[in-house]
């Protein structure tokens, strides 16, 4: 019926819309239509049908939403068959889409395997007796899912539901032929329904539901009804509905899971143990075992066999039964048995379940009697059901169990009613095939049961053939009490021998009649069946009542067997011995019995065994073994035979030490009958019993050893009744303890330092020594470089740390180094460590000229490259332009360049090059012209004032051939030549100084040795330089620095500023480039100590540029020096660089100055100073007229965070710069560079120290959150340049950390840290403006530790309390506290004059380092100013001793001495020295000589000469900055009118200047005066308990 309803309704315009529709019908289909129209016009519709199944949607289980997202599909992998039953004639799933990739989706994971897997089969609904493909069909899951493809929608055709479930109920999920379908497997039945059926769904389905281990899943869509998916589901568990047919494939995961849940619970149904079994001999040696097939899910059988009577070392052998494989699913056949009894044990395993195990028996020994058997049966009220039965359930299985031949077993068959039909004569059926073809072709008949002539048949006609040396056995089957008379036909059976079993199947009323037919005890033989049926199980039974008959018959009617011969026990142990025999004839044998005596144990063995062990013995115990043959015949005589049991003793004895203090001892037990084990540990060269221990275990662990001892460890066994084996023996050698905490101290360039823990423990001998041995190996070729060995004696309870130094290594080398302790002849275990040595900062220009020869073997020319590798990387390289340059030459027929001084930036370039050096021909034409020219060619481009070294490497060619007769031909140049010669006979190293060094080799294995000594070269050129390069040095200006000058409003112009040279240069060439040179000139300067010019060529800002000066002297020297800097918009300056560094103090550098003699130590030798350094830094500070003391370093430190203005900021500027203007650092600078270039005049500068000439360091930051410099330290500063630094400070806001700016202070600025640091006086100015942010003491406490005078300056009250804390003691000099910033200019010469006092030197100096006494720094100001005497202290006692007191003062010179003898003549004297004119207490006239017990005396050189000429006149200073202008000076007098009178005013102005200066000095006076008070005061408030202030005090 159809209902159409019609809805108008008006939207608004919109993206989407929404309509809601109510009251509709449940499980009824839908259709929707929606047109839009506007006005008159309208568009086509558009439909969608849809069911209402609300019924369905709310008894399903909601699913949260969680589980369906989380749950993950696993793939189906058990035996399972799969049927698909699919819709095809719904409307609504056109094309069969959604049903498609349902069933495509769900064959993903279903793994497909024809036999042991899953298989798939598919029906359609319309076609319910129809298979569209069967189990057998597809073998691979992509044909099936090829299969789905050709699924298609059918018109007009009608669902079927019930007949298809009753179709495939019968025929589809049976064994029917064609299907495939399997038994033991389950089966899953997946039914897609898109509409109703045609006929009833619920008796068929509730049929199929009810066969075992059937899953059934209903899924539905559209028009399916919910009542019919429930019927076929059986609940609603199994029901899987799609809300619409576009979301039929979506729903694959949850019938996926339906699936999976379903399948799991079948797997958990419990399994039966397998019944049924029979047992049928295949030959002799093999035997099937067959049971009645499972119905349950069974997978597998496991069947697991041993032999019964052999003995319990037999191993139990298993064997699986897939029940997948058709045919072999309920039977197993047992293959090389022997002749014996076996147990049997077979478990069904499923998926998940397993059952009881089912045990039986069987002996193999039945399989080769020899026996006639009648089988005489009942058919007197037989059916065609019963006959079958006992055709196939009773007859074949029992003749299976026989190997049916005419020298083995026959067996007969006879049926018996009315009269008796011999069916199968034992004499003609001699094979089993032949026999089971003939009961398949028999019949029966039924009739009278004539039991009585039945047995007379069998008598006469079935043993009418028998033989007569086997047994006759007749097995009558009777259903019920005879017919005629039994009595006289029995009594002939029983006294022909035969044996007769009676089977009564059924009701028997006559007992008599069982006593006439079954053989006597009737009990025995006589066996009781309720039906036809239950004849199934006899068959194991009467078989092992046959087998027992045959062999109580050969026991008493045969002959014995022939016994075992040559019975030996061999292999005799402690705990077990082996039998053997030998025995021919084995035609009746089935098996060997073995009885030992002792434990009363019987075994067997099958006929084709010789051999038995017997295990579980006792140790040196006897034991008698009895052997006899057991067969078809009567038992043999028993052979004896007897041995006594080893006593085994323990083996593999093994003694191991753990650990310093434990040993551990392990054995392997001879036998389990050991029930202890003695141990003895004695030393093996005394054989002193050290410890004795019993143990049960087989380990034992003991503490009572010594380091380094031999040890010999004696084990035994102890067995039952105190059988004691003999000792197994072990021998240890306890290590020597391997050195703990091995570390590497510290690594230079050519030596390390390493550590370790010195060993500790206890030995028999006390006067042993202990030694460690340190070895060190390349680790890249893994050769020794270097051993060092250190002797300690052993020590008790001692914790000493063991250093080793370890020189001579080569810089920049990767090492292993090993550690072992040697003691006794013994060594330890190795401790190692790798570490790479560092490489050396050196300021040289090296050049490599390299000659391979082509006859060098790869291998040559490869350690030729690893040695130049080597060479170059001892060195550092990076991008500055002070480092060590390399250039390369490989010498051929024209020289080739390998590298450039421009490549030498990148360690790695460099050695990519050397590593491509390849053997070059052409070196040996070379002649000593072509040589030199090469080399002055490759030192063309050398920097000036750099040592420049040469090495070279001759493979072939002789250095003798090619290098000037001349040694200091090429030093004169500057070059140090180092020569490497490969020779057929190594040479001792020759060496002249830094000018040549000579190595000759005869193996290039020796190369990478010389490295170390050719950076050694290297550095001592560096360090004592030719004197060319000392010439260059002289000859380069100094401090070089470019900033932009002033030259009118518009233009911007470059200014250089330098020093001049310590030797005066004749002209200077100044060159400027960009990208080329844009500008040159050659230009000369008068001799001034500072200089500047202005770059005419204008510069363009924001342009990098590179300016190059070049000195040059009149006897041909030159010198240069370059600048790289940058333009800018603003105001710009480059930083002033220093062309010639301090040479590296590294431990090459160490070491030469160490090992240098005295002359050419000069400055650094500090025992053999000529002169005092306190005295030249006061003459040159005299001389500057400075009160700063020369040889200091002065930083400033402003606070540049929140709390300061930018008012505050200018008056900090203001105060620097005149602080600085005042103190005359530039005047101080110019004068210590005069003293040097004096000195070098005079050849005298190598006995300055190098403080002398070092001027006055200055440096300036400002600090917030972090310090930033403003002018980092350095000297040779002008006025200007500080100046124009100091002007670019602003405020850069945030917190102050002054901390961490005092930390930088230490550590960056004047690097406290640096070895090669000069004797500076370090002054440190703090200007702060507030509080700090982070703990300032520590920092301030390890500055003051270091020897740092620290000012504090606070400029605000918030700094009065932390900054005196902070400063240095006394804080009248060091700390300075403000209440208003304006007032600091008041405060700026007690400043300075303080700065003054702080930097002097002597016995006056303020001490540094940690105070012991905060007055120590004020002592000298008390001594100088005493205040007035005080009172007469009490006298003291004269046990104690007083505090000593201050030194006096020096008292007045002493009266002259007579004239001394004259002294020898000045041999050694210089003329240049002689001409020089020295004023007599210059501290030049002091000299140090050496006398023979090293003791250094001051000698006067002689007495006062004649007056000298007057030296040349000083060179002119350079002009002052103009000062600033003075107040205005008060009125003069009133002129004349007329001019008036000239002297007059003359005389004005005189008398007026003259009051004014005596004003001027009397205020100076007086303020000096008040200050020296002040000072006093302030060291007797520091210093209260002082004994200075106790003192008599005169007055200033």
Excluded at 1123 to 1131: I, M
């Amino acid at each position: 019926m159809e209902t159409t309803v019609n809805a108008s309704v008006r939207f608004s315009r919109k993206q989407a819309y929404r309509q809601k529709f109510y009251h509709l019908v449940p499980m009824t289909s839908y259709t929707i239509e929606v047109r839009a129209r506007r006005g008159n016009f309208s568009s086509k519709y558009l439909s969608r049908s849809f069911a209402l199944e609300t019924a369905v949607a709310a008894s399903q289980p909601a699913t949260p939403p969680s589980m369906q997202d989380t749950y993950e599909p696993t793939m189906i992998s058990w035996p399972v068959d799969v049927l698909f039953v699919v819709d095809r004639s719904s409307t609504l799933d056109v094309g069969m889409a959604g049903t498609k990739c349902l069933l495509h989706n769900l064959t993903q994971y279903i793994d497909v395997e024809y036999r042991t897997k899953a298989r798939i089969a598919m029906m359609n609904l319309d076609e319910p007796e129809r298979v569209a493909f069967s189990f057998r069909r597809y073998f691979e899951k992509y044909r099936y899912l090829r299969a789905y493809q050709i699924l298609d929608h059918e018109h007009g055709v009608e669902n079927n539901v019930g007949e298809t479930l009753s179709y495939v109920r019968k025929t589809v999920l049976t064994t029917a032929v064609g299907i495939g379908a399997r038994l033991n497997v389950p089966k899953v039945v997946v039914v897609v329904l898109g509409s109703t059926s045609n006929d009833l769904v619920s008796e068929e389905a509730a049929k199929l539901l009810a066969e075992p281990y059937r899953v059934t899943v209903a899924v539905g869509y559209g028009r399916a009804l919910q009542k019919e998916l429930y019927e076929i589901a059986g609940d609603s568990s199994g029901v899987v509905f799609a809300d619409s047919p576009g979301n039929i494939c979506a729903t694959w995961t949850k019938v996926h899971r339906v699936i999976t849940k379903k399948l799991s619970d079948l797997s958990k149904i419990p399994i039966h143990p397998a019944t049924g079994f029979s047992v049928g001999f295949v030959h002799e040696n093999a035997v099937e075992i067959r049971w009645d097939k499972p119905n349950d899910l069974v997978r597998t059988y496991d069947l697991n066999y041993r032999p019964t009577r052999i003995g319990p070392d037999e191993p139990t052998l298993t064997t699986k039964v897939n029940i997948a494989t058709p045919g072999r699913d309920n039977m197993a056949t047992l293959v090389n048995l022997e002749t014996i009894e076996y147990d049997v044990q077979i478990q069904g395993v499923g998926i998940n379940q397993t059952s009881a195990p089912v045990s039986l028996s069987f002996d193999m020994a039945c399989a080769g009697i020899k026996v006639d058997i009648i089988v005489l049966v009942d058919t007197s009220v037989l059916t065609d059901a019963s006959f079958e039965s006992l055709r196939h359930g009773f007859l074949r299985p029992f003749i299976h169990g026989f190997l049916i031949d005419w020298d083995k077993s026959r067996v007969g068959v006879m049926f018996y009613s009315d009269e008796a039909r011999y069916v199968a004569p034992l004499s003609t059926y001699t094979k089993r095939e032949d026999l089971f073809d003939r009961l398949n072709h028999i019949g029966y008949e039924n009739g009278a049961r004539n039991t009585g002539a039945a047995l007379h048949h069998a008598y006469f006609y079935g043993f009418e053939f028998a033989r007569l040396d086997v047994l006759k056995i007749l097995v009558a089957i009777t259903t019920g009490d005879s017919d005629d008379d039994v009595q006289q036909i029995s009594k002939k059976i029983v006294g022909d021998k035969t044996v007769a079993f009676h089977v009564r199947v059924g009701e028997h009323a006559s007992a008599r009649e069982n006593k006439v037919i079954a053989s006597h005890p009737t009990n025995n033989y006589t066996i009781n069946r309720d039906t036809i049926d239950d004849l199934k199980l006899l068959q194991f039974d009467l078989l092992k009542r046959v087998c027992n008959e045959v062999f109580g018959h050969y026991k008493t009617d045969s002959a014995p067997l022939t016994p075992p011969s040559y019975v030996q026990l061999h292999d005799v142990r402690n705990t077990s011995l082996e039998i053997i025999w030998e025995h021919t004839n084995t035609q009746l044998v089935t098996s060997f019995k073995i009885y030992e005596s002792t434990t009363n144990r019987y075994f067997e063995v099958g006929s084709t065994r010789r051999e038995l062990l017997l295990p579980d013995l006792l140790p040196g115990h006897e034991y008698n073994v009895s052997v006899w043959t057991i067969g078809h015949a009567q038992d043999s005589d028993k052979v004896y035979a007897s041995a006594i049991t080893d006593i085994l003793s323990p083996f593999g004895v093994a003694a191991k030490q753990i650990s310093p203090e434990e040993m551990r001892i392990t054995w392997y037990s001879p036998s389990e009958a050991v029930y202890q084990f003695n141990v003895i540990m004695l030393l093996r060269d005394s054989t002193h019993i050290v410890e004795e221990l019993f143990t049960s275990s087989t380990t034992v662990y003991t503490n009572a050893i010594l380091p380094s001892s031999e040890y010999e460890i004696l084990v035994r066994a102890e067995y039952v009744d105190d059988v004691l084996s003999e000792p197994a023996l072990a021998y240890c050698e306890t290590e020597l303890p391997a050195p703990i905490n091995f570390r590497v101290d510290s690594v230079g360039e050519t030596e390390m330092s390493v550590s370790w823990k010195n060993l500790n423990f206890k030995q028999h001998e006390g006067n042993d020594i202990l030694r460690y041995l340190v070895s060190v190996y390349d680790q890249v070729h893994d050769i020794l470089v270097a051993q060092e060995q250190n002797n300690a004696t052993v020590s008790y309870y001692s914790n000493d740390i063991v250093k080793c130094v370890v020189p001579n290594l080569t810089p920049g080398r990767t090492y292993r180094v090993e550690l072992t302790a040697l003691f006794r002849n013994k060594e330890s275990e190795v401790r190692s460590l790798e570490l790479t040595t560092k490489r050396i900062h050196a300021h040289i220009d090296l050049g490599l000229l390299i000659e391979i020869s082509p006859t060098l073997r790869n291998e040559e020319v490869d350690q030729a490259r690893e040695f130049l590798c080597s060479l170059v990387g001892s060195f550092e390289f990076n991008n500055n332009k002070n480092e060590v340059r390399v250039s390369a030459v490989q010498l051929t027929y024209i020289p080739k360049q390998i590298l450039s001084w421009k490549d030498s930036t990148s360690l790695d370039y460099i050695v990519n090059k050397l590593n491509g050096l390849f053997p070059r021909r052409g070196a040996s034409v070379f002649s000593p012209e072509t040589f030199n020219r090469t080399i002055m060619n490759m030192f063309r481009e050398a920097r000036t004032g750099i040592p420049r070294i040469l090495v070279i490497l001759n493979t072939n060619q002789h250095y003798s051939n090619l290098m000037p007769e001349a040694e200091d031909e090429y030093a004169r140049h500057g070059i140090t030549t180092i020569v490497v010669q490969m020779s057929s006979i190594s040479k001792s190293p020759y060496a002249l100084q830094s000018m040549m060094h000579r190595y000759e080799v005869d193996s290039f294995n020796r190369l990478l040795h010389l490295t170390q000594h050719i950076v050694t070269d290297a550095i001592r050129a560096e360090q004592f330089p030719l004197e060319r390069i000392q010439k260059e040095r002289n000859l380069t200006p100094l401090a070089l620095t470019v900033y932009q000058g002033n030259l009118g409003k518009l233009h911007k112009q470059g200014v250089l500023e330098w020093w001049s040279p310590n030797i005066w240069p004749d002209y200077y060439i100044i060159r400027v480039f960009n990208s080329k040179e844009l500008w040159n000139e050659k230009i000369t300067k008068r001799r001034r100590t500072q200089n500047r010019f202005t770059i005419p060529h204008p510069l363009t800002p924001d342009t990098d540029y590179r300016v190059e000066m070049e000195t040059f002297a009149r006897d041909g020297a030159h010198a240069k020096t370059w600048l790289n800097f940058r333009t800018t918009s603003n105001d710009w300056m480059k930083e002033i660089y220093d062309p010639f560094p301090a040479p590296s103090k590294s431990t090459i550098t160490k070491k030469l100055q160490r090992d240098a003699p005295i002359e050419n130590r000069g400055s650094t030798a500090k025992s053999h100073k000529k002169v005092r350094s306190s005295k030249l830094l006061a003459a040159i500070s005299k001389r500057a007229q400075s009160c700063l003391m020369a040889g200091s370093n002065v930083v400033f430190a402003v606070d540049s965070s929140n709390s300061t203005r930018a008012t505050d900021m200018n008056t900090v500027k203001s105060l620097i710069k005149k602080l600085t203007t005042s103190l005359k650092i530039e005047q101080i600078e110019k004068a210590a560079a005069n003293k040097y270039r004096q000195a070098y005049r005079r050849h005298m500068h190598k006995l300055l120290p190098q403080i002398a000439t070092y001027g006055v360091g200055l440096s300036v930051l400002q600090f917030a959150e972090s310090p930033q410099l403003v002018i980092p330290m350095n000297s040779r500063l002008t006025r200007k340049r500080i100046n124009q630094s100091v002007n670019r400070m602003t405020p850069t806001g945030g917190r102050a950390n002054v901390g961490k700016a005092l930390d930088f202070i230490r550590m960056e600025v004047l690097k406290i840290n640096e070895t090669t640091r000069l004797p500076t006086r370090d002054i440190v100015i703090l200007i702060v403006t507030g509080t700090s942010a982070d703990d300032v003491a520590p920092c301030a406490d390890r500055m003051k530790k270091d020897g740092t005078l620290l000012f504090t300056i606070g400029l605000n009250e918030a700094t009065r309390e932390w900054t005196k804390s902070v400063a240095s003691k006394p804080p009248s000099i060091f700390y300075y506290h403000l209440d208003m910033i304006q007032s600091i200019g008041k405060m700026r010469g007690r400043i300075r004059r303080c700065i003054c006092v702080a930097s002097q030197r002597g016995k006056g100096k303020i001490v540094r380092g940690k105070q012991t006494d905060e007055c120590t720094g004020c002592i000298s100001r008390l001594t100088k100013f005493r205040g007035p005497p005080g009172q007469k202290g009490s006298r003291g006692t004269p046990e104690t001793i007083g505090i000593a007191g201050l030194k006096g003062e020096r008292g007045p010179p002493g009266l002259p001495g007579p004239p001394g003898p004259a002294g020898p003549p000045c041999y050694q004297c210089q003329p240049e020295q002689i001409k020089e004119v020295i004023p007599r207490n210059a501290p030049e006239r002091r000299r140090t000589t050496r006398s023979p017990n090293d003791d250094e005396q001051i000698v006067v050189v002689g007495p006062r000469g004649p007056k000298g000429t007057r030296g040349d006149a000083g060179e002119r200073g350079s002009d002052g900055d103009r000062g600033h202008s003075g107040p205005q000076g008060p009125p003069g007098p009133k002129g004349d009118a007329a001019g008036g009178n000239t002297e007059e005013i003359e005389n004005v102005a005189r008398r007026i200047c003259r009051e004014i200066i005596e004003e001027k000095i009397i205020s100076g006076q007086e303020q000096q005066q008040q200050e020296k008070v002040e000072n006093v005061e302030a060291c007797k408030g520091d210093c209260p308990n002082h004994e200075g202030s106790k003192r008599k005090k005169t007055s200033p």
